[in-house]
């Protein structure tokens, strides 16, 4: 898996899955609990819909 969720990319997934998660845990409703999806992507730094998309938000690393 190469990486390919950048740096505010991840900050906000791991921001709103955490908020998610939280809502749903304090009783929430049953779909939020999907907050696991963008927490889980922006702490491993791989989303598997981007490479489908041809979408990365990773900066250009220079040789």
Do not use: E, H
């Given at each position: ?10 900050v ?52």
């Amino acid at each position: 898996m190469k990486t390919n969720v950048g740096g505010i990319d991840r900050v906000l997934r791991i921001g709103g899955g955490v908020a998610l998660l939280a809502w749903a845990a304090l009783g929430g409703p049953a779909w939020a609990w999907i907050g696991a999806v963008p927490l889980a992507t922006g702490l491993f730094g791989f989303c598997p819909a981007y490479p489908l998309l041809g979408i990365s938000t990773c900066p250009l690393k220079k040789d």
